[in-house]
């Protein structure tokens, strides 16, 4: 919601990360994680914003990197995106 209304007084620039992952290490624990940038792309796309960026890829780059370091994405569209490829198969 909060970058919803950046965007809609014209804030171009936000910080997100793939799945969700990262975080403040000084925070103990109250900033567990960032928005995950899958969220943010699907949420431009759904608006017509050109991104520029290929949402199939980003999931899998995001699908990628939580296999290795053994997390789960916190991208809701991402978890929605792998769960209907799985369904597909």
Not at 3 to 11: A, C, D, F, G, Q
């Amino acid at each position: 919601a909060n970058i919803l209304v950046s965007i809609e007084r014209e804030i171009s620039v936000v910080d997100a990360s793939v799945a969700g992952l990262g975080g403040c290490p000084y925070a103990g624990g109250s900033a567990s994680g960032n928005v995950a940038t899958e969220d943010v792309v699907y949420m431009l796309d759904g608006l017509g914003v050109e991104t520029g960026v290929d949402l199939d890829k980003l999931v899998d780059a995001g699908d990628f990197i939580c296999n290795v370091l053994g997390k789960k994405t916190t991208s809701k569209a991402a978890a929605a995106i792998l769960s209907k490829r799985t369904r597909e198969l």
